[in-house]
């Protein structure tokens, strides 16, 4: 049995996606920019490079097993599949802009009639649907900030990041449609086959233990054994520092922990305070609990 994954080949999701599924140890060979099926040795397991918008469609249909994509196209593609991880990158919003200077951005009331331009059209009306108001629904595959310059709408519904690119084009982001991120997807077919969700499971084990690592560090330091109490302190761990004899070193112990980047600084200088030696930081890739 071949498990199919797919993963969006290319734009804000892509490289963050390669690199999650690389470091989780689903190997993608060094010419995978190239191709647009690989075949994982070892894992039986074939990945496809997807537009991310096609991805939940092909994962509702059954072509492919689960993927990753953005949590705001699989809303507006409508489709009936399992969400079953979130990401944590690729993070932004749906919103409504209008010009700075418009009735709109000042009042941020929106009335019957109201032209929007956008991408995505189907939440756009469902939006407007919820707030009881008549939108006239401009449909553009891009730049849709262009749109009110030109007099095409009123307004925009349009993906948000840091809203520099609102700015630039002298936008003001008037309402939140729906936050969003990057997702693992799963089909109800897939997931309803034993041996598929058990597979499916494993490398959604496996994505889960790389963002559990990120933003984390090792730490292993020889303490003086009478400052064993104070180095507990210093660095307690997920579930206190695993602390192991040295060998030939009599009243010294090996003291190892996992410490989040931000405060390795401060590990490390208040371990030396209390006589520490040999103290060693390193990267951690995974992080399975």
Known sequence: ?????????????????VELITKAGISLGDDWGRRLNINVPGLGLEVFLIRAQ???????????????????????????????????????????????????????VMKDGIRVATSFPELTKKFFRSKGIKADIVFVQGAAEIMPMLGVSDCISDLVATGSTLRMNRLKEVQVIMESQACVIASEKAMADPAKSDRIGEIVDALRSVISAEGKKYVMADVPRDRLPDAEKIIPGIGGPTVVDIAGKEGWVAVQAVVGNESCYRVVADLKKIGARGILTMPIERLVD
């Not at 953005?70 to 979130?86: F, H, N, P, S, W």
Request: hydrophobic share 40%.
């Open 1 to 17: 049995m071949t498990l199919k994954m797919a993963i969006p080949n290319k734009g804000r999701l892509n490289e963050k996606a």
């Open 54 to 108: 096609d991805i939940p469609i092909f994962v509702d249909s059954g072509a492919v097993d689960f993927g990753i994509t953005g949590q705001d196209v699989t809303a507006e593609a409508g489709v009936r599949v399992k969400e079953i991880l979130d990401l944590g990158y690729g993070r932004c919003r749906l919103s409504i802009a209008a010009p700075e200077d418009s009735e709109i951005a000042k009042s941020g």
